[in-house]
């Protein structure tokens, strides 16, 4: 006699599955800025401007980067494309016992300006922006991938554990006003920024594990489902980009070096050190819950035909399980904080730029510092090009590639990928990036 597995009816045979879908959706929305996360927020163009000139800028920039160690470019490519995950693209990803996925979408205008004088102080300017962001991650076990993908079926006897898992989805837009000040001899200047942002909260989802199992019975005769977490939800009822379910603060601080004397920088920033609150329309769902099935025999908890079963649990159970236990309640909320450190050497006559650079995520489950080297080339002083290689972050190895070009004295356009293998063999590559900037000099 063939063994059989029971199966749950709808909302539970599907919901592991339609989880990491969506988890997967949220991030693939998103195309890194010069690879996953490096220095989006880059304030060397105030460095360059001239007090003696009354110096401005106005800029436009828009960075996005989807990254993962496990999940590939093509599995989340053919989710998105609606097509069949044959058995052959679920094994294609390397699931491993710690799996993660980080995206982010930032896009951002603003305006600089380095007068005289400002306050009475010669070289102090200010800058000003607005920005509007997205930022996703999340961290879950190999088990819960397994049951999403290939169903129970080869757990018999075993306890799938998807305990400490982890998902972050959030939608903010931010106000900022910074002042910076040039300082220094000439042949050793300097550069400090120091601003605050006023950030409106859009959206926000997370969900944690704290312990979360799952065993079927070797013989399949019953499945027992115990689940400790919590869920939070921002105000559903209003999730519009002009919707206002939250506010918070943060700020940003910046320090550039150059000593010209042996044509090297040093740039270092720390951006986004805040939180959002949000408000009391928001939602916190503890589950404290022990299910135990029995009686129906199909062939997997996932992919077997809709049924019904002596436990009596039904889509209606679960609704009473979530909804009895959610409570209104405000909340707050840290921000993913941005940490770049780097270091820029110029050699021959300046005309090639190698930088090698550090950059990171806090509160964002991003498992490793993300290292890079970046080398680029000065043509004809209208056209740098640029190569870059980096190891860290979500993923491992990143390669990508950049040009910038400069129109006139008043024009700048930059356009970057992290990972140019996203884009060339995404069956391989774990990453996908893109970045573009626009700068108007006055």
């Given at each position: 006699?063939?063994?059989?597995?029971?199966?749950?009816?709808?909302?539970?045979?599907?919901?592991?599955?339609?989880?990491?879908?969506?988890?997967?959706?949220?991030?693939?929305?998103?195309?890194?800025?010069?690879?996953?996360?490096?220095?989006?927020?880059?304030?060397?163009?105030?460095h360059e401007l001239k007090h003696d000139s009354s110096d401005s800028e106005v800029g436009l920039s828009y960075n996005t980067f989807i990254a993962s160690n496990t999940i590939r470019s093509s599995f989340v490519k053919a989710l998105l494309q609606n097509k069949l995950l044959?058995?052959?693209?679920?094994?294609?990803?390397?699931?491993?016992?710690?799996?993660?996925?980080?995206?982010?979408?930032?896009?951002?205008?603003?305006?600089?300006?380095?007068?005289?004088?400002?306050?009475?102080?010669?070289?102090?300017?200010?800058?000003?922006?607005?920005?509007?962001?997205?930022?996703?991650?999340?961290?879950?076990?190999?088990?819960?991938?397994?049951?999403?993908?290939?169903?129970?079926?080869?757990?018999?006897?075993?306890?799938?554990?998807?305990?400490?898992?982890?998902?972050?989805?959030?939608?903010?837009?931010?106000?900022?006003?910074?002042?910076?000040?040039?300082?220094?001899?000439?042949?050793?200047?300097?550069?400090?920024?120091?601003?605050?942002?006023?950030?409106?909260?859009?959206?926000?989802?997370?969900?944690?594990?704290?312990?979360?199992?799952?065993?079927?019975?070797?013989?399949?005769?019953?499945?027992?489902?115990?689940?400790?977490?919590?869920?939070?939800?921002?105000?559903?009822?209003?999730?519009?980009?002009?919707?206002?379910?939250?506010?918070?603060?943060?700020?940003?601080?910046?320090?550039?070096?150059?000593?010209?004397?042996?044509?090297?920088?040093?740039?270092?920033?720390?951006?986004?050190?805040?939180?959002?609150?949000?408000?009391?329309?928001?939602?916190?769902?503890?589950?404290?819950?022990?299910?135990?099935?029995?009686?129906?025999?199909?062939?997997?908890?996932?992919?077997?035909?809709?049924?019904?079963?002596?436990?009596?649990?039904?889509?209606?159970?679960?609704?009473?399980?979530?909804?009895?236990?959610?409570?209104?309640?405000?909340?707050?909320?840290?921000?993913?904080?941005?940490?770049?450190?780097?270091?820029?050497?110029?050699?021959?006559?300046?005309?090639?730029?190698?930088?090698?650079?550090?950059?990171?995520?806090?509160?964002?489950?991003?498992?490793?510092?993300?290292?890079?080297?970046?080398?680029?080339?000065?043509?004809?002083?209208?056209?740098?090009?640029?190569?870059?290689?980096?190891?860290?972050?979500?993923?491992?190895?990143?390669?990508?590639?950049?040009?910038?070009?400069?129109?006139?004295?008043?024009?700048?356009?930059?356009?970057?990928?992290?990972?140019?293998?996203?884009?060339?063999?995404?069956?391989?590559?774990?990453?996908?990036?893109?970045?573009?900037?626009?700068?108007?000099?006055?």
């Open positions: 006699m063939t063994k059989k597995l029971i199966i749950l009816t709808i909302p539970c045979r599907s919901v592991l599955r339609i989880l990491l879908t969506w988890i997967l959706v949220f991030f693939s929305f998103s195309f890194s800025c010069k690879a996953q996360f490096t220095n989006i927020y880059d304030y060397a163009t105030l044959s058995r052959s693209i679920r094994q294609n990803n390397p699931i491993t016992s710690e799996n993660f996925i980080g995206s982010e979408d930032n896009a951002c205008f603003w305006f600089a300006h380095l007068p005289d004088s400002l306050f009475g102080y010669e070289k102090l300017g200010y800058r000003i922006s607005i920005e509007n962001s997205f930022h996703a991650d999340t961290k879950f076990s190999s088990d819960l991938y397994k049951l999403a993908f290939f169903g129970n079926k080869e757990m018999a006897g075993k306890a799938a554990d998807f305990t400490k898992n982890y998902l972050t989805y959030m939608k903010y837009q931010q106000v900022k006003f910074g002042l910076f000040k040039q300082t220094g001899r000439s042949d050793e200047p300097f550069t400090v920024y120091f601003g605050l942002g006023f950030v409106k909260g859009q959206s926000f989802y997370a969900a944690e594990t704290d312990t979360a199992t799952l065993f079927t019975e070797e013989s399949g005769d019953y499945i027992d489902l115990n689940f400790h977490a919590k869920y939070f939800s921002s105000d559903t009822a209003s999730s519009k980009w002009n919707n206002f379910n939250g506010f918070g603060g943060c700020a940003d601080l910046g320090f550039i070096y150059e000593d010209k004397k042996n044509n090297f920088i040093v740039n270092c920033s720390i951006n986004d050190v805040g939180y959002v609150w949000w408000n009391k329309k928001s939602l916190i769902v503890p589950i404290d819950t022990f299910i135990h099935w029995d009686g129906i025999m199909a062939d997997s908890i996932l992919w077997g035909h809709d049924t019904s079963y002596q436990s009596g649990f039904n889509q209606d159970s679960l609704k009473k399980i979530v909804l009895t236990r959610a409570k209104k309640s405000s909340f707050v909320k840290v921000i993913p904080e941005k940490v770049n450190i780097s270091f820029t050497k110029k050699f021959f006559n300046k005309s090639l730029h190698t930088t090698l650079g550090l950059a990171y995520l806090y509160h964002a489950n991003c498992p490793l510092p993300l290292i890079y080297a970046r080398g680029e080339y000065l043509f004809n002083n209208k056209i740098i090009s640029s190569l870059q290689l980096a190891y860290g972050g979500y993923d491992k190895f990143q390669c990508g590639i950049g040009i910038e070009a400069t129109f006139s004295k008043y024009f700048k356009f930059q356009l970057a990928t992290g990972n140019l293998l996203g884009f060339l063999i995404p069956e391989k590559s774990f990453v996908q990036s893109a970045s573009g900037r626009l700068i108007v000099h006055f």
